[in-house]
């Protein structure tokens, strides 16, 4: 029998970790705790929405979708955000997610602004030519342990998906699109990707630092 297996009930698709006591893993957007985030959220308390410089209408492509949680604060503060996830799993269940919301009158509004993608962000990022004003990249972090672990759902992703070890080369792929603000988010210590260019901001908490990267172009006509 395999460690990982993905199931469906009457409240939609779940990973299953057979060698873990931890709750499966759904994605949702209609948990209390993250409307409650959701309704704070704002360019002043969400890095997020600080580091993508959030207004409405902003073309936002989300390279590493996740269970969409980012992608979710930016489409509700008015970004139109295009999901790009290559795990199927993870596809599969965020997919179920955005149905699941299209239909609760809290989330509809913000969940219209969602699209997603099953693709390599690296493939899908070589056919793109400027259709979107900003890149946002969260690949995942190397495993800490401690206090500074990460927690719930990102836990469990962490023992599903692993590391990231191709982050580099999204990174400078995204770098290489013209005219775009990229935004890639690492943990506040360590986990740093070292190309030789720097970014243009930083902007930090207690468990992440996220990167601004202004592209040629807008490098000259944007600021924060
Ligand atoms: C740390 S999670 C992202 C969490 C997300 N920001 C959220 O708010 O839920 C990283 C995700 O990016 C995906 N990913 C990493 N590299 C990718 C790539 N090149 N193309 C598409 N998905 C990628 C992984 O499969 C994983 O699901």
Do not use: W
């Amino acid at each position: 029998m395999s460690r990982y297996r993905l199931d469906k009930d009457e409240h939609g698709y779940f990973l299953s970790d057979t060698f873990s006591r931890q709750r499966s893993l759904r994605a949702n957007f209609d948990e209390p705790s993250f409307l409650r985030r959701v309704g704070r959220a704002g360019k002043k308390n969400e890095l997020v929405a600080k580091s993508v410089k959030v207004k409405p209408g902003l073309k936002v492509l989300d390279c590493t979708a996740g269970l969409g949680r980012d992608s979710f604060i930016l489409a509700h503060l008015g970004c139109d955000v295009t999901m790009c996830e290559r795990s199927s799993v993870l596809h599969c269940l965020l997919e179920d997610a955005l149905t699941r919301a299209k239909h609760d009158e809290r989330l509809a509004e913000t969940t219209a602004r969602m699209s997603l993608i099953k693709e390599d962000a690296l493939s899908l990022l070589e056919r793109s030519g400027g259709e979107f004003n900003v890149i946002y990249l969260d690949p995942m972090f190397p495993e800490k342990t401690g206090s500074a672990a990460v927690k719930g759902g990102m836990q469990y992703l962490q023992r599903f998906i692993g590391v990231d070890r191709d982050s580099e080369d999204l990174l400078r792929a995204a770098l290489s699109t013209s005219d775009t603000r990229v935004v890639l988010k690492r943990p506040a210590h360590g986990g740093l990707i070292k190309l030789n260019v720097a970014p243009q901001h930083v902007f930090k908490n207690r468990n992440s630092r996220y990167e601004v990267y202004l592209t040629a172009a807008s490098a000259s006509a944007a600021s924060t």
